[in-house]
């Protein structure tokens, strides 16, 4: 009798040391690093593994640096002074405290009956004599049709405001992207609409509508955000920051007067704050925990985390 192949054992060894046991490769540029094992050290530690991004370990072996910065669009979701000093630095990063991954599939149906209510005109529609004058709106890769050049950026701004007042059953975290048609080269000129998961989305004030809303990655680009109201001009600035931390995450904006020290010794309080043993408890042979310091006190019997 023969067995179908047992791939439990592999799974578990995956998920415990990140090393990839396979003949083909899959096709990956590496076979290690897939998993980091979450150790309760202190809750700072704990809470910085579910909060982290890492390039991958095929990245730590190249020379050049251009895949370490911190470039301009990951402004509020990736945090520039929580990251490792040596190797890692720059690949291995963390998310902003404000930032939100979409975990959820909403329902996209309706969206194409919407927007050919606000001049979005169906691909099997008669295309007009100047292409160019139109853009094309893609939903998640796929394309439901294009929109007149001039009519494009009210209905960028009538589907934003459905999105932010909750009405029509626009998703929260839809991703409205308008790629303007520029005299210079830029990138392809669309109407980019996201609702896929695996997304990285946070919060911002919107002048117009007067609530939060989060925004993507992509659309920040195209974006006027102020991080002040002081610096928001009449007619140019759409969004607010919510607060001026927005861009630190949970960990580096617990450092006190941050913008009083050398900025490399914020990034180092992001990784001492982690070595601290600082992890309380009372039941210890009841905790699962794989690496838990216990300080004994001479005539405690049961000891001091």
């Known amino acids: 009798m023969q067995y179908g192949a047992n791939i439990s054992h592999q799974m578990e060894y995956l998920l415990a040391t990140g090393n990839l046991i396979s003949r083909s490769g899959h096709g990956l540029m590496q076979v290690s690093g897939f998993s980091v094992v979450a150790d309760r050290l202190n809750f700072y530690r704990f809470l910085s593994h579910f909060r982290c991004v890492h390039r991958g370990s095929f990245f730590s072996q190249m020379r050049t640096t251009s895949v370490?910065?911190?470039?301009?669009?990951?402004?509020?979701?990736?945090?520039?002074?929580h990251t490792p000093d040596g190797a890692p630095c720059g690949l291995l990063n963390h998310m902003a405290a404000s930032c939100q991954v979409v975990n959820t599939v909403p329902q996209t149906a309706h969206l194409s009956r919407l927007l050919c209510s606000l001049g979005m005109t169906l691909n099997d529609a008669p295309a007009p004599a100047d292409m160019k004058s139109c853009y094309t709106v893609v939903l998640d890769g796929r394309v439901l049709g294009r929109v007149d050049m001039d009519l494009a950026p009210a209905l960028v701004n009538r589907l934003r405001m459905l999105k932010v007042l909750g009405q029509?059953?626009?998703?929260?975290?839809?991703?409205?992207?308008?790629v303007p048609i520029t005299s210079v080269a830029s990138q392809y000129p669309t109407l980019f609409l996201f609702s896929t998961p695996a997304r990285m989305m946070r919060p911002v004030f919107n002048l117009a509508a007067g609530k939060v809303e989060m925004i993507g990655t992509f659309e920040q680009v195209y974006m006027n955000i102020a991080v002040v109201q002081e610096e928001s001009h009449e007619g140019e600035t759409t969004h607010l920051e919510l607060k001026q931390t927005s861009m630190l995450s949970a960990i580096a904006s617990l450092t006190p007067y941050s913008d009083f020290n050398q900025s490399p010794r914020n990034m180092y309080q992001c990784q001492m704050g982690k070595q601290t043993m600082g992890t309380p408890a009372q039941a210890l042979k009841h905790r699962g925990d794989n690496k838990l310091y216990r300080i004994q006190v001479r005539g405690d019997p049961i000891g001091l985390c």
């Open 68 to 81: 370490r910065k911190l470039l301009p669009e990951a402004w509020g979701f990736l945090c520039p002074v």
């Open 168 to 178: 029509e059953k626009v998703p929260q975290m839809l991703e409205i992207c308008l």
